[in-house]
């Protein structure tokens, strides 16, 4: 099969295994040529692990570490006439180069918010790993089926209180606009918070705590958004904020449970905004990121899921010097973006950029790089002519 890219509205609808492949191996290369510190973790689980964050930190675990690594992920599998989502390939990819390493790597492909996703993860841990040192929660997902009363839950992408007004880019006519988000009813943040907030990541925790297969010293983190002035009505301050303020709230109360029995820690990580799948739905995202990756690229600090992930875990969570925390106790990975001087100028861009100086003004074209890498697209040396078998 020739597979091309086919994008519908923010989502790619193909992806392409050799292309998920060089995706990964470039990661893990960027993870080996760092200085990992001498201790870290050695049994990880991450909760969605083929995409974005999640797959970095499996890739920093397992390359820079040589961890074992268990992965939840919800993927679509290949068939002979169609290829499977970006996210298959990657994790097909990363669990063959981490066998080849002798590492185990092993994957399960299941809805994370369901208990039998549980049930199968402590028992592969059982089988497998012995016990869990390092859990990262890195879900981006549109709803949840609660498993203790079987109602599904959709998040929402809305403001709170008032209706909002914001530029924003259509990606795929490229035409800057504007769109309005009508006020979150009650009901949708109470949604939001069931599916992105805290609860799925506290029910993990309790389950594999009964189960007794967490380590002492065992570690968590789970990853936030914050941002500023920007994109703090349509996220900090809209439903999906409300959702990440559940997770500070988890946290707590993860942390309580672990320092107990088992002296460990749980953290929420603030990371930067970049190109994911989670990220390119959510409106206003691609124009802020198209005008800070122009911003943060003139500066030198730009840096994507792998260098994110890489400065969390080695200067960070597994790092012998102090953490870089806030007043509420989360790790800040994300202070170059803040800076004043980058959010003024990304701000001066905002209020000039229009569909006629897009390219001048923003790097909408680096966003479009790496969302097309995102499922395969776009590397140098992948034979994109070549007739390639979708089942991996
Ligand atoms: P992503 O879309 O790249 O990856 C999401 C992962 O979740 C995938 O591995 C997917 O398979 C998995 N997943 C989704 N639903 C699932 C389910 N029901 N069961 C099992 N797995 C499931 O997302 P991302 O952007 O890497 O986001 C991960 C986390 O990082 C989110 O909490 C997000 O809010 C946070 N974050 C993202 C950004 C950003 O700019 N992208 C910035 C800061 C924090």
Known sequence: MIIKPKVRGFICTTAHPVGCAENVQQQIDYVAAQNAPSSGPKNVLVIGC?????????????????????????????????????GWYNTRALEKAAQEKGLYAQSLNVDA????????????????????????????????????TGTVYSSTLKPIGKAVTRK??????????????????????????????????ERWMTALDDAGVLADGVKTTAYTYIGKELTWPIYGGATIGKAKED???????????????????SYVAVLKALVTQSSSAIPVMPLYISALYRVMKEE?????????????????????NALNLDDTGRIRMEDNELKASVQEKVAAIWEQVNTENLDELTDFKGYQEEFFKLFGFGFEGVDYDADVDPVV
């Open 168 to 201: 924003n880019l259509n990606t795929d006519t490229r035409e800057v606009g504007e769109v309005t988000l009508e006020p979150a009813t009650e009901e949708e943040i109470f949604n939001t918070v069931k599916v992105m907030g805290g609860e799925d990541w």
């Open 50 to 86: 083929s995409n974005g964050y999640g797959l970095a930190s499996r890739i920093t675990s397992a390359f820079g570490f040589g961890a074992n690594t268990l992965g939840v992920m919800f993927e679509k599998e290949p068939t002979e006439r169609r290829p499977a989502s970006a």
């Open 113 to 148: 918010f369901s208990d039998e996703a549980k049930t199968a993860v402590i028992e592969a841990v059982k089988a497998n790993m012995g016990k869990i040192d390092l859990v990262v929660y890195s879900l981006g997902a549109p709803r949840r089926k609660d498993p203790e």
């Open 247 to 265: 997770l500070d709230r988890a946290s707590v109360a993860i942390n309580k449970k672990l320092a107990d029995k088992y002296q460990g820690v």
């Open 300 to 320: 030198g600090t730009h840096e994507g899921c792998i260098e994110q992930i890489t400065g969390l875990f080695f200067d960070q969570l597994f790092s012998e």
